[in-house]
Antibody
Framework: QVQLVQSGAEVKRPGASVKVSCKASGYAFASYGITWVRQAPGQGLEWMGWISGEDGNRNYAHELQGRVTMTTDTSTSTAYMEVRSLRSDDTAVYYC???????????????WGQGTLVTVSP | QSALTQPRSVSGSPGQSVTISCTGTSNYVSDYNYVSWFQHHPGKAPKLMIYDVANRPSGVPDRFSGSKSGNTASLTISGLQTEDEADYYCCSYAGTYTSFGTGTQVTVL
């Protein structure tokens, strides 16, 4: 069965970086993309960006350009999402989700990871 | 700031129907048939309930239905059940990015 398993919770200081992993199984990794979504405490869902599982092509949310990097390791079917220069408002649960590969912004996210809590605190 | 506006909350008794609206501030909802709806229980991963405006993934009960009129998409839950109590988010293709709605809390009275 399709599964996306994310790395564990992180606590970081402001200004630091965090890298969250998302290991996929049960499907052909190169046939789909991975979208990253986050939810800050008490807030709604926020689209962060998408990366192709085939060729690493990516599309980031405008607000995160320059601070976020999404990568994949096709040998292990794992996607990574790194946020740099962390701020307190980056405190959130971060999710990865399987996505269509044809268009980066089609919102058909049919399988999700369990979420990773990233806390940014002095 | 989200480009998609939803009511903050809706409620209904078991067995009743509720409808959640999702109104776009631009023409993305009206021009494209790429609206999804997600159910989100606190502490769990979101779940895809509707995609491409009105399609249900396998395993989603048929009491969940989606539609669109002009720049507003809607999710209707018929025969409301206690397990339907959750937050619901619409999500729309917006060209070079994707936008989630503001979210609606559904309460089963």
């Amino acid at each position: 069965q399709v599964q996306l398993v994310q790395s564990g919770a992180e606590v970081k200081r402001p200004g630091a970086s965090v890298k969250v992993s998302c290991k996929a199984s049960g499907y052909a990794f190169a046939s789909y993309g991975i979208t990253w979504v986050r939810q800050a405490p008490g807030q709604g869902l926020e689209w962060m960006g998408w990366i192709s599982g085939e060729d690493g092509n990516r599309n980031y949310a405008h607000e995160l350009q320059g601070r976020v990097t999404m990568t994949t390791d096709t040998s292990t079917s794992t996607a990574y999402m790194e946020v740099r220069s962390l701020r307190s408002d980056d405190t959130a649960v971060y999710y990865c989700a399987r996505s269509p590969i044809s268009v980066s912004t089609l919102p058909n996210y049919d399988y999700w990871g369990q979420g990773t809590l990233v806390t940014v605190s002095p | 700031q989200s480009a998609l506006t939803q009511p903050r909350s809706v409620s209904g008794s078991p067995g009743q129907s509720v409808t959640i609206s999702c109104t776009g501030t631009s023409n993305y909802v009206s021009d494209y048939n790429y609206v999804s709806w997600f159910q989100h229980h606190p502490g769990k991963a979101p779940k895809l309930m509707i995609y491409d405006v009105a399609n249900r993934p396998s395993g989603v009960p048929d009491r969940f239905s989606g539609s669109k009129s002009g720049n507003t998409a809607s999710l209707t839950i018929s025969g409301l059940q206690t397990e339907d109590e959750a937050d619901y988010y619409c999500c729309s293709y917006a060209g070079t990015y994707t936008s989630f709605g503001t979210g609606t809390q559904v309460t089963v009275l």
